[in-house]
């Protein structure tokens, strides 16, 4: 499945394996029809979920996925592993062609976004977009005012020559927080307490910009995402 806009005329040779003149003889027939209307230019774009007919038959139509898993301690966040349960085993073989859109260490726990489509996942993991994620934190040591200043102005990481972006850092107890990132880079929040030498024991991921997980769902199961496209 391409993820990418395509020329009509061109995506139609390919499929079909007729050439460019017998592919403008269709158009020009009004034998072709992307999302249920009548194309006569083959310079239209088709996307990834449009769909095509040519002649009275589908060609293609996709319909975007979007879910949300509870993700257990443990699970990996991957679609193949030769060690571990994957969380594409926790779903039914009919969500066999997901990704992942941001993932979770092996042992943390929470939020987990599944898709088809690819813009969507993109607008979740690049930075660009700056969407907030919600994290709630233990860890063995307690949080001072230091930590969360730190977090809010950004850590230096020497090895890889980088700040981290501005983090929200809020004490809900001796030793657990809630913590906002705007930026995921790698085991960035252990990384963040590690700087200040405070081990982090557990992460539980509960938001994703909009997407909240919902108190009834349990461990390993899984969800419909109801409102997907309100980034």
């Given at each position: 499945m391409v993820s990418y806009a395509a020329?009509?005329?061109?995506f139609i040779s390919q499929e079909l394996g007729y050439k460019k003149r017998q592919v403008q003889l269709l158009l020009a027939r009004g034998?072709?029809?992307l999302d249920d209307v009548i194309c006569y230019q083959g310079d239209q774009l088709i996307g990834q979920f449009s769909k095509l007919e040519v002649e009275g038959r589908l060609l293609r139509h996709h319909t975007p996925i979007y879910l949300m898993l509870h993700k257990p301690a443990g699970i990996v966040s991957a679609t193949v592993d030769d060690k571990h349960t994957t969380v594409l085993d926790l779903l039914p073989s009919k969500y066999c062609g997901l990704h992942i859109a941001g993932r979770l260490d092996l042992q943390s726990t929470g939020l987990l976004l599944l898709t088809n489509d690819g813009q969507w996942s993109r607008k979740i993991t690049q930075p660009d977009t700056k969407l907030p994620k919600h994290y709630t934190v233990t860890v063995g040591n307690p949080i001072t005012q230091e930590q969360v200043d730190g977090f809010a102005e950004g850590i230096y990481f020497a090895f890889e020559g980088l700040t981290t972006a501005p983090a929200q850092l809020s004490i809900t107890a001796d030793k657990s927080?809630?913590?906002?990132?705007?930026?995921?880079?790698?085991?960035?929040i252990k990384r963040m307490f590690g700087h200040y030498s405070n081990p982090v024991l557990s992460i539980h991921r509960t938001q994703v910009g909009h997407i909240k997980l919902p108190a009834d769902l349990a461990p390993g199961d899984y969800?419909?995402?109801s409102d997907p496209l309100h980034f």
């Open positions: 020329r009509l005329d061109k034998l072709v029809t927080a809630h913590v906002i990132l705007n930026q995921g880079r790698y085991h960035q969800r419909v995402v």
